[in-house]
């Protein structure tokens, strides 16, 4: 069976950091790019960064630019979110994706993702 599994998620206090990791079974990762993205409570979800096949290339959006890193290890098929510097606005679900097509930069667009973790639960406390 082929899956996602996201963790490290919890509860940290405003100013702090967490490291989530997307781990895979069944399917290596290695030659396609990799996204994150984010549901907080009552918001649609959205693209928070990808990261291409090679891990050559990182997008990120604006809100997160310069807080969140995000990183893969190929061998052990996973990829990584670091996020320092969190803000209450930052607590969400967060989904790690698959790219549905090899040796792409990914994209901001979730349909471009066609394999999904269950996700993670990030809160940030004031």
């Known amino acids: 069976q082929v899956q996602l599994v996201e963790s490290g998620g919890g509860l940290v206090q405003a100013g702090g950091s967490l490291r989530l990791s997307c781990a895979a079974s069944?399917?290596?990762?290695?030659?396609?790019?990799m996204g994150w993205f984010r549901q907080a409570p009552g918001k649609e979800r959205e693209f928070v960064g990808r990261?291409?096949?090679?891990?050559?290339?990182?997008y990120y959006t604006d809100s997160v630019k310069g807080r969140f890193t995000i990183s893969r290890d190929n061998i052990k098929n996973t990829v990584f979110l670091e996020m320092n510097s969190l803000k209450p606005e930052d607590t969400a679900v967060y989904y790690c994706a698959a790219d549905r097509y090899h040796y792409g930069n990914g994209s901001p667009d979730e349909r471009s993702y066609n394999l999904w973790g269950q996700g993670t639960q990030v809160t940030v406390s004031s």
């Open positions: 069944g399917r290596t990762l290695s030659t396609y790019a």
């Open positions: 990261i291409s096949w090679s891990g050559g290339r990182t």
